[in-house]
């Protein structure tokens, strides 16, 4: 009747009604989220919630472009499968899509896909995608290294501040009437900044460059900065020099901080090191943390009747001999206890590791002062404990301190607190039981205080500060302080617990040694300058160069570095690689990228370009697989000012010195957001906080030409500048993702038992007169991601 056909239609409306409501309602796309967003690529996230039981297969993924277009395209889809959290109504997902244009808006949304069709879209998200990330050259000022400022050394053992006593303050204590005093004025012997130059290296080694040698145009004899002595006077009408000293060839040893972008100048000989002799345009290679040069050319100036230098009379030597830079380097060491203690209940436990009474550890200082020997570097903390409330434990490391004490003297005792753990402050879980094991690290990415709720095992920032030990001696006492903070029925216990420490000399000693008469004569290449130099393991390329004649040359030698023996090899397609151009005094340097090469002088009769100018200051890149070049599309630098003195590009020049600077080198502890990369570049020219980000290549000094004062003009036109090539669209995430699979799809045949066969590893033949192919040379150290310069 009529009563029961209303009763079924309102049925079947209230039945209707639900399930648009499960559908909607209920079953559900949460906001996406964006994740992460560059020039090309865009990561989202969302959650489902899949409260009435039908569970989708599948997510559409769509997009349109533009921020208020509603036309909406597929682009993809991905399962669901093995994508659900913790709770089994949540699913958890995420994608990202590349392709995308630089400075373009777009809408995304994903559509749930299920057995009975599709369901609800999600709603859009509009993002925009960031601008093209480029290349671009960065003008850098440095700074001389004050070791008076930094408080090192005996130069501020009291007030915080240098002597200002009378008598000389100099580096070496050779020169002082005061043994203990060290100090760092600038001397004829220690001058502050180098000084421009050209034929030189620069040689990346433990997060520092090294730079030695070249011709320099020298340094001012002047006292302050308007002395006369700048810029030369008159005598009886006939003008004189400017007074300079070290205006040639020189043997210095520089070392450049990446981080501070500053300079510091390496006296060998307060450790009765004689240096190589003064040269230029030698090669340059480091092995195994170690500098090794060979070869270079330098001039002989004869000297007058009254002892002046006669500039315009000289002759010129050209060395065949290898020398080694032996660098202190960085060790670890450790203490530990494996002794189980219990810890009471709202009580504290306190154990002592004593670093003096560790043989290891104590061999590493004199015990008499804490400013000889290893200092601190890093050191990473690790605690077992087990407890059945984890929560209520509070985890401390105490050790010497910037104020425990004198810095002459050992203090007697520490009490610079560092705050590891403390889950009542922290994230206020429930309890947490059972063993646990904590590294804190103030390297690693999670903080113990947000990171977790159910377990800790793994790596953790600690709630204060390790770096508070660092420059401190290990020879000190550590102590682990675990409090228990609540009054129950709950106690624990601490089950082991250590310290390592990264430690490297307080002052690093630098040697060097003369290989020469160590190496075994025959096979022996002979005396050259502007080799290309290659190292590969324990191996030292040279090949080309000029002889004492000036006449080319193209063999190649290789120096094995545990035998110290010369192998003669034969060189096969190393000119059309090296020699693509009419360009010479070029600077190569090896990257994961590829071959960069910077700058040269074009053999032209005439000038070209609209500038005239003979010297270059381009940036061409060679693929190790193709052996093809390319040129670099370099931006300047956009935000000139007067401390950069307006420039926005390097000059042209030659025989300049480039170095190549992984962003791996560098360790900030703030690191700059991504966007760094693309449309908010920091300026990094007074420290390097760009490098911690982006890949760049150094260049310091060169030759652009102009002449100078000296008979000759041999002094001027010698450069004293450095820049870093900012490589940010190089370094961004996808490219070095798209480089990483580039390199590991060709070089991974090379490791096989067939590739070899071929010849691959023909180079490293210990037999003379063996074919070494240019491109399998080159791809032994790419390969390995061995980044060089070529000297």
């Known amino acids: 009747d009529e009563s029961m056909r209303y009763i ?8 209707f009604l639900n399930s648009i409501y499960a559908s909607t309602f209920i079953s559900a796309v949460s906001d996406l989220v964006v994740d992460a967003v560059n020039d090309s690529a865009v990561s989202i996230q969302w959650n489902y919630y899949t409260m009435d039981g039908v569970r989708p297969g599948s997510f559409h993924i769509e997009y349109a ?13 991905i399962s669901v499968e093995s994508r659900q959290s913790s709770d089994t109504n949540v699913l958890s997902l995420s994608y990202t899509t590349a392709q995308l244009s630089p400075s373009s808006a777009y809408r995304f949304r994903v559509i749930p896909v299920s057995l009975e069709g599709y369901r609800h879209a999600s709603n859009p998200v509009g993002i925009q995608t960031l601008p093209f990330a480029t290349l671009n050259w960065e003008p850098i000022l440095a700074s001389r290294l004050s070791i008076a400022n930094m408080g090192s050394g005996f130069s501020n053992p009291v007030l915080g501040r240098p002597h200002l006593d009378e008598g000389p303050e100099v580096f070496t204590s050779k020169d002082s009437n005061d043994s203990l005093r060290f100090s760092d004025p600038p001397t004829s012997e220690t001058p502050a900044i180098p000084s421009g130059r050209r034929g030189h290296s620069l040689t990346a080694i433990q997060g520092y460059v090294f730079m030695f040698g070249g011709r320099t145009n020298g340094y001012s004899c002047a006292s302050v900065y308007k002395d006369n002595f700048n810029y030369g006077n008159t005598e009886s009408g006939r003008y004189i020099y400017p007074c300079t000293s070290k205006q040639a060839e020189v043997n210095e040893l520089w070392s450049f901080d990446l981080h501070t972008y500053t300079w510091r100048f390496l006296n060998t000989s307060i450790w009765n090191s004689a240096p190589p002799p003064a040269r230029e345009q030698h090669s340059a290679v480091a092995i195994d943390d170690n500098l090794y040069i060979f070869g270079g050319k330098s001039r002989t100036f004869q000297l007058s009747t009254d002892g002046q230098i006669q500039m315009q009379n000289y002759s010129v030597a050209v060395h065949g001999d ?28 306190i154990q002592t590791l004593d670093g003096s009474l560790d043989p290891t550890i104590s061999a590493t200082s004199d015990g008499v002062t804490p400013r000889k020997g290893l200092c601190i570097k890093n050191l990473v903390v690790k605690v077992v404990v087990d407890h059945p409330c984890l929560n209520q434990l509070r985890l401390s490391l105490r050790g010497p301190g910037p104020s425990t004490g004198s810095p002459n003297f050992f203090a007697s005792g520490y009490s610079n607190e560092v705050l590891l753990l403390d889950q009542l402050t922290a994230n206020g879980t429930g309890c947490v039981s059972g063993r646990e094991e904590f590294t804190f690290d103030d390297g690693a990415s999670s903080a113990v205080d947000t990171c977790c709720s159910a377990s800790f095992k793994g790596s953790y920032r600690p709630m204060g500060t390790l770096s508070t030990f660092l420059g401190s001696s290990m020879v000190a006492k550590w102590t682990l302080v675990a409090q228990d903070m609540k009054l129950d029925t709950l106690s624990g216990s601490i089950v082991s617990w250590g310290v390592t420490f990264t430690a490297a000399p307080c002052f690093k000693r630098f040697s060097w040694t003369n290989l020469t008469s160590l190496i075994a004569a025959d096979n022996a290449p002979l005396a050259r300058y502007a080799a290309k130099a290659v190292s590969y393991d324990r191996s030292y390329f040279i090949f080309g160069g000029r002889d004492s004649k000036d006449r080319p040359l193209m063999d190649l030698h290789r120096l094995d570095i545990d035998t110290l023996r010369w192998t003669v090899l034969t060189p096969i397609d190393f000119h059309i690689a090296l020699e693509t151009s009419s360009a010479v005094g070029c600077s190569f340097s090896l990257t994961s990228w590829g071959l960069l090469r910077f700058g040269g002088y074009y053999r032209q009769a005439t000038m070209t370009g609209s500038l005239a100018d003979n010297y270059g200051n381009e940036v061409f890149v060679m693929d190790p697989v193709t052996l093809r070049w390319k040129p670099v599309d370099v931006h300047p630098w956009p935000n000139a000012d007067e401390g950069t003195f307006g420039s926005t590009i390097p000059a042209t020049r030659y025989l300049s010195a480039i170095v190549f600077i992984s962003a791996a080198q560098l360790s900030w502890k703030n ?33 652009d030409g102009a002449t100078g004062s000296v008979y000759d003009g041999s002094s001027g036109g010698l450069l004293d500048d450095i820049w870093m090539l900012r490589l940010s669209n190089w370094s961004t995430p996808g490219e070095r993702f798209r480089q990483q699979k580039y390199l590991e799809t060709r070089c991974g045949w090379r490791k096989s038992k067939s590739a070899r066969s071929f010849g691959t590893e023909s180079c490293l033949s210990t037999t003379n007169k063996m074919n070494c192919n240019f491109q399998d040379l080159i791809m032994l150290p790419w390969c390995s991601m061995n980044n060089q310069s070529w000297s």
């Open 8 to 15: 079924f239609s309102v049925l079947n409306l209230l039945l």
């Open 65 to 77: 472009v533009g921020l208020y277009s509603d036309d909406f395209q597929y682009i993809d889809s």
């Open 322 to 349: 290898v020398w080694k830079l032996s660098i202190e380097r960085e060790r670890v060491y450790s203490l530990s206890s494996s002794k189980s203690t219990v810890i009471q209940q709202n009580e504290s436990l």
């Open 671 to 703: 690191a700059l957001p991504l966007r760094a990369l693309y449309d908010e570049p920091s300026d990094s020219s007074r420290i390097n906080y760009q490098g911690t980000l982006t890949d760049s290549l150094m260049i310091f000094g060169g030759f």
